[in-house]
């Protein structure tokens, strides 16, 4: 089986643009979660969502935001870009029970 | 709320010799958990998990992880290191009946030395 892919792997903005990431699961889970990681702040959850509904979230502002498409497939959007931004963006996919996550390569945004 | 200690950010050991990573959880019940490893510039790769059962849990590339309830611990272990285990290693919590919002520590750099 193929593995969770993310696109694109690399990003770079300027502050007040918005970006969309992407996240295709493992073929066969209905779970995708997001995480941001950054130098100063770590792994932090972003949001889940399984079978297109947000199941969780993070405590992040309204500038993120997510959706899942009925593939399963998760796109996350950042709008109104600031510096603080700038990291690694994780997705990860699970099963039905989403008792183990499966993560991809992630996206590297770069916010100048 | 769930959260997670590990106690070392950075750790430096000689080829060959054996490791200890500690990590400590806060979570009201059993927790699911896992150990990860990132190297650079790449997404997590699962070692292992702990959901129930045997305390004493094997995963991918000889690495092995205890729990201790009594101690709120998963500390990941492997008697031989080898210089490809360089990187950082991640212990997170997640709850049963959603461990799809997990929560991670801060990390542990490993460091071998020839």
């Known amino acids: 089986k193929a593995g969770v892919t993310q696109t694109p792997r690399y990003l770079i903005k300027t502050r007040g643009q918005q970006v969309t990431l992407s996240c295709s699961p493992i073929?066969?889970?209905?779970?995708v979660s997001w995480y941001q990681q950054t130098p100063g702040q770590g792994l932090q959850f972003l949001f889940e969502?399984?079978?297109?509904?947000?199941?969780n979230k993070g405590n992040f502002p309204g500038r993120f935001s997510g959706r899942q498409f009925s593939n399963s497939r998760s796109e996350m959007n950042v709008s109104t870009l600031e510096l603080g931004d700038s990291a690694l963006y994780l997705c990860?996919?699970?099963?039905?029970?989403?008792?183990?996550?499966?993560f991809g390569p992630g996206t590297r945004l770069l916010v100048l | 709320a769930q959260s997670v200690t590990q106690p070392d950010i950075h750790i430096t050991v000689s080829e060959g010799a054996s490791l200890e990573l500690r990590c400590n959880y806060s979570?009201?019940?059993?927790?699911?958990l896992f150990w990860y490893v990132q190297s650079p510039g790449q997404g997590l790769q699962l070692l292992l998990k702990y959901f129930s059962g045997d305390t004493l849990v094997q995963g991918i590339k000889g690495f092995e992880a205890e729990f201790k309830r009594s101690q709120s611990s998963f500390n990941l272990r492997k008697p031989s290191v080898h210089w490809s285990d360089a990187a950082e290693y991640f212990c997170?919590?997640?709850?049963?009946?959603?461990?799809?919002?997990?929560?991670f520590g801060d990390g542990t750099t490993l460091t071998v030395k020839p």
């Open positions: 979570y009201g019940a059993t927790p699911y």
């Open positions: 997170a919590v997640g709850a049963p009946t959603n461990a799809g919002k997990s929560t």
């Open positions: 969502y399984f079978s297109e509904t947000q199941r």
């Open positions: 073929s066969g889970h209905r779970s």
């Open positions: 990860a996919s699970g099963t039905k029970g989403q008792e183990t996550q499966y």
